[in-house]
């Protein structure tokens, strides 16, 4: 039996359908702060899934829904670079409080003889502005100051990856850390400041997309399936235990290119309209120019391919808005 915290979020539906759809008893924990219901529409009546509001902080909740189970799949976190600018207090309380509490919970349930395969589904935030081309999993991790609350979120998910891994070390809990690269497909909602869902909205509606800065950041965007199957396939492969791995797509691309691309396959005649971090987030906000991961640990350890191009994310995203706006 599987539990899956955040199942109620983008990636987390995915998740919780996939292990569904493999046989699996699901129970899940999300408090719908930034989940939706909707997204588990396909699977809300099953009868091998159940469904628990309340929060991963709930230390009786945790107690609750943690016997029996064999695989917890934590994905409940602060969500978006919008919610993370505006409110740094409530990214860092909901990227660690949650953490500490279930790893208390698992370890004591392991001291008891029930060992729960941990993965924790951290991000690519971790690595701050490290200035490398390309990020494995060793390279340092480099933040900027604490006076700016954008770094507060890759610190917080850091935080959650020295708390998981000194489990490890320390009692031999079995985890596996996956730091998700813009991770990406239907259900995922703009309103966070995720940037591809945030493009299409606009352009199916007829506005011109904003592109934040020059447009030249690059970033590598995997389809949710793929980044599910990658969790999925580490979970079940013994030598992943213990690890840290980089999860998503190697192939780079602009913010400036992916809003073109998405205008060529809804509307060419809109034109990209660009907009400054300060007027977009706040006067000190800073970003990272370039964000690709190296991805050779996860293909010595899984057989790892990408199913879904860029261009076939986008039309599958296009239609998907689509249909929910119709």
């Known amino acids: 039996m599987a539990l899956v915290t955040g199942g109620a979020g983008f990636i987390g539906s995915h998740l919780v359908e996939a292990l569904l759809a493999r046989g699996d008893r699901v129970v899940v924990i999300d408090d719908l702060s930034t989940g939706d219901m909707a997204n588990l529409a396909a699977v809300a009546d099953h009868s091998r899934l159940r469904f628990v509001r309340g929060t991963v902080a709930d230390e009786s909740l945790l107690r ?169 396939a580490l979970m079940q492969t013994p030598a992943a235990t213990g690890g840290v791995f980089n999860i998503g797509s190697d192939q780079p691309i602009s913010i400036g290119e992916l809003a073109e691309r998405v205008i060529a396959v809804v509307d060419p005649k809109l034109e990209i309209e660009y907009q400054s971090y300060a007027a977009a987030y706040s006067e000190d906000f800073e970003d990272v120019r370039r964000r690709v991961p190296d991805l050779s640990r996860l293909r010595r350890t899984i057989d790892f391919q990408l199913h879904y191009d860029l261009d076939k994310i986008i039309r599958e995203v296009v239609a998907w808005q689509r249909e929910r706006s119709a």
Request: aromatic share 8%; net charge positive.
């Open 64 to 232: 609750e829904c943690l016997p029996g189970i064999s695989e917890v799949y934590h994905l409940a976190a602060a969500v978006g670079v919008g919610l993370i600018a505006s409110n740094p207090i409530q990214t860092i309380q909901t990227n660690i409080t949650p953490t500490e509490r279930l790893l208390a919970e698992l370890r004591q349930l392991h001291a008891n003889g029930q060992s729960a395969r941990l993965f924790l589904a951290s991000s690519s935030e971790v690595y701050g502005k490290n200035p490398k081309t390309v990020w494995n999993e060793e390279d340092d991790l480099v933040f900027g100051p604490t006076t700016r609350a954008r770094w507060s979120y890759g610190v917080s998910k850091a935080i959650d990856e020295f708390l998981v891994l000194a489990c490890w070390r320390q009692d031999r809990l079995p985890v596996v850390v996956g730091r998700l690269f813009n991770v990406v497909g239907p259900r995922q909602s703009g309103r966070w400041g995720m940037v591809l869902p945030r493009l299409v909205s606009a352009v199916i509606t007829g506005r011109s997309p904003i592109v934040h800065d020059d447009g030249r950041q690059q970033r590598c965007f995997a389809h949710v399936s793929d980044v599910v199957r990658a969790i999925l």
